[in-house]
């Protein structure tokens, strides 16, 4: 498919403070659309970024088929950044409209969308390690019709913004709290794909874990409420006795990128991983027991996040709530330093793009 190119006439990045980034504040210039109409992708653009227009009447407002993914671009040097796993992203992408009856988009054309845009919006690309230039694809029903059906037009827009830390305590620990009132996924639903509706209905309790003093609420399942499964926005990892546990995928957990990385670097430093469930009691157990060496997140937004407390009915695991542990150290260090060109790539998960 030919991609339209159009550059704007009037860049706003002189009016940008690289040194002041909030996460998802700031868009850069130029942003990419496709529609889809027909039985077909029909159409694809770069063009400046700026406000869509839309029917009251469109599906998405009112059904909710609307799908995300969330990446990074890395500046590596004068003329190259490097997108991380791009082709696992649009994977995940395309299964997310799968389980939300969308159209999948070809593999190729997600990628070269990212790399025209990435090219047209270079400078955008902060260069100091510890920032990096967010990625957001978006797609939604847009057939303007009131219907409880599958919508037969869709829009995709990726737009992008330069960040720092995702998390305002930055590089510090986070504190996490369980909730017995709420659930996010359960099997059968849409827990594993990236559906605008999941985050929607995970605000309330996150919100009152926020006004409690808690940075996140660490998810339990939904029949039993006492299986770990995720973070609101992070997968979640546990470092017991020497052996690195996560929860396993099942449906009710989102497959992330940054799980995967992980896992195999984790590996290839031969330490046992365990994908399995986990209980909130197993935790305090190992953290009675003194096994409990660590615990983190790991997600696009914060890459690692190190966790130094989980609390539950009342009451709480206590970790290094000062600094971030040396594993967990470790596996921020190795993935950053891929990602910014720094270290070794093994796996080729990095797909570099050239301006010149």
């Not at 496709?34 to 009251?56: M, N, T, V």
């Not at 190992?286 to 190190?306: M, R």
């Amino acid at each position: 498919m030919k991609i339209t190119i159009t550059p704007t006439d009037n860049s706003k990045i002189s009016k940008i403070d690289f040194e002041n980034l909030n996460f998802g504040r700031v868009f850069s210039d130029h942003m990419a659309e496709l529609h889809y109409k027909d039985g077909a992708w029909q159409s694809a653009e770069i063009k400046p970024y700026g406000p869509i227009s839309f029917e009251p009447s469109m599906m998405a407002l009112h059904y909710g088929q609307a799908i995300f993914e969330g990446m990074k671009a890395y500046f590596s040097g004068d003329t190259t950044i490097n997108l991380f796993r791009p082709f696992d992203h649009a994977r995940r992408f395309n299964n997310s409209a799968r389980r939300l009856c969308m159209p999948e988009i070809d593999e190729n054309l997600f990628v070269e969308l990212l790399e025209e845009l990435l090219k047209l919006d270079f400078a955008w690309v902060p260069k100091e390690q510890g920032r990096a230039l967010y990625i957001r694809p978006v797609m939604f029903a847009s057939e303007e019709y009131l219907a409880a059906k599958v919508s037969e037009e869709y829009k995709l827009f990726i737009i992008t913004s330069p960040v720092g830390a995702y998390y305002s305590e930055g590089f510090n620990p986070v504190k996490l709290t369980t909730t017995s009132d709420f659930v996010r996924a359960v099997k059968g639903g849409t827990g594993e794909a990236k559906a605008a509706g999941n985050y929607g209905g995970s605000f309330l309790p996150a919100k009152k874990a926020q006004e409690n003093g808690f940075t996140q609420v660490l998810w339990l399942d939904a029949t039993e409420h006492k299986y770990v499964e995720e973070v609101g926005t992070m997968n979640i990892f546990f470092l017991i006795d020497g052996t690195l546990i996560t929860p396993k995928l099942g449906g009710t957990v989102l497959p992330g990128i940054t799980r995967r990385s992980v896992i195999a670097l984790a590996d290839k430093w031969n330490v046992p991983v365990e994908e399995r469930r986990i209980s909130v009691d197993e935790l305090f157990e190992a953290h009675d027991n003194n096994k409990l060496e660590e615990v983190f997140g790991a997600g696009t937004a914060a890459v690692i996040s190190p966790v130094g407390l989980i609390h539950h009915n009342g009451k709480s695991i206590t970790l290094d709530q000062e600094k971030i542990g040396p594993f967990a150290k470790k596996m921020f260090d190795n993935i950053t330093g891929i990602q910014y060109g720094k270290k070794e790539d093994p796996y080729g998960w990095v797909h570099p793009v050239s301006i010149s």
